[in-house]
């Protein structure tokens, strides 16, 4: 669990299919960010930015500009140094720590690497998607796995903070597939992950696929299971998963944004308490007899995560176990990602 102090404030600042070169098959940047594809100029970037600096709390977490929705390192150059020159500015009055954005894996070069150097970027996170070269072509994503390692590789050369983002459902995809481009990512010692659910947004390729048959999105039920098994997985190995799911946003909740797939606005909750209700199961099933009543105890940041969306949680084990009564109690002593079960 990460420490808010520890993470940074993000000012996020979106440029939808930006320095993209072409649009992948389940890309709708202006549908996800609500923003259209235009430009961000200098004096819009400064408003942006300040305006941000405003809602930030008065403790000692570092502030992050943060580029994305776009491809950064693949904008025009001169374009790049007048975001970066702008950004910098602030970080000059030490009013921002530093700046983070993300693009795709086949941007990331010598080249490219040099231009942002001398600018205070610290986190660069990478498009993977996937580390399946198939599931990738079929994702018209136009980079392949090799590209990834390669881009990770400089990277870590050059000292990055480095972030990768995966998603799962996309077209040939399943979960063994998933499971070893979480192995691979694994490889290339990442600091963070992010992982995102395909879902059919509107006037993407995916949508044509899915109103012809083609495609057939996850349920939101499996799709939480993969995720739940990943997030282990990533855990085990001491990575950090940062997001699970799409940010939740007004834009997102519109019928006619998403068309079908695996969105829910609570996605990670979802998955979190799938976790608990795994843990408690199990501790139970290793009772082997049935109780009236039984105690969940809990970290207090943890009571929701245990008894899941609208009860669910709790629903299920009463059932299940033929329980009468369940509390579930906050204890201070209980790590946040365990609990203690007493009957």
């Keep these: 669990m990460l420490n808010k102090k520890n ?11 930006v320095g993209c070169p072409h649009q992948c098959a389940f890309c709708n940047q202006t549908s996800i960010t609500g923003v259209t594809p235009d430009t961000i100029s200098p004096v819009t970037l400064r408003f942006l930015i300040n305006n941000f600096l405003q809602y930030k709390e008065k403790d000692r977490r570092s502030v992050q500009v943060a580029f994305y929705g776009g491809n950064f390192l693949g904008l025009k150059k001169d374009y790049i140094r007048v975001l970066l020159d702008e950004t910098t500015k602030f970080v000059k009055n030490k009013r921002v720590d530093s700046v983070r954005f993300s693009t795709r894996p086949d941007t990331i070069g010598v080249e490219q690497l040099d231009i942002i150097k001398g600018y205070p970027v610290s986190t660069i996170e990478i498009g993977v998607q996937s580390m399946d070269n198939q599931v990738l072509a079929m994702a018209q ?6 590209d990834t390692e390669k881009a990770a590789a400089l990277l870590k ?9 995966m998603m799962v459902a996309l077209p040939g995809d399943d979960e063994t597939k998933s499971l070893i481009t979480a192995q691979k990512i694994i490889s290339l010692s990442p600091d963070f992950i992010r992982i995102y659910p395909t879902v059919v947004l509107a006037s993407s390729r995916l949508a044509v696929w899915y109103k012809k048959g083609e495609y057939t999105p996850w349920s939101l039920s499996r799709c939480v299971s993969l995720v739940k098994n990943l997030y282990l997985f990533f855990k085990s190995k001491k ?19 998403i068309l079908a797939g ?28 049935s109780c009236d009543k039984i105690t969940i105890k809990v970290h207090p940041r943890s009571i929701s995560k245990m008894r ?16 009468k009564s369940l509390e579930i109690i906050s204890d201070l002593s209980i790590a946040e990602d365990k609990l203690k079960i007493i009957l």
């Design 157 to 165: 050369e050059r000292s990055y903070e480095v972030g990768m983002q």
């Design 262 to 289: 695996p969105y829910h606005p609570a996605f990670g909750h979802m998955v979190h308490s799938k976790i608990f209700l795994d843990m408690a199961t199990s501790l139970l099933e290793a009772e082997r007899g």
């Design 239 to 257: 990575i950090p998963v940062i997001r699970m799911g799409l940010q939740a946003s007004e834009d997102l909740s519109k019928e006619t944004t």
């Design 308 to 323: 899941g969306l609208k009860n669910k949680n709790v629903e299920n084990l009463k059932r299940k176990f033929h329980i």
């Design 7 to 17: 993470t940074p404030f993000v000012i996020p600042i979106f440029l939808p299919n």
């Design 141 to 146: 994503r136009g980079h392949t796995a090799l």
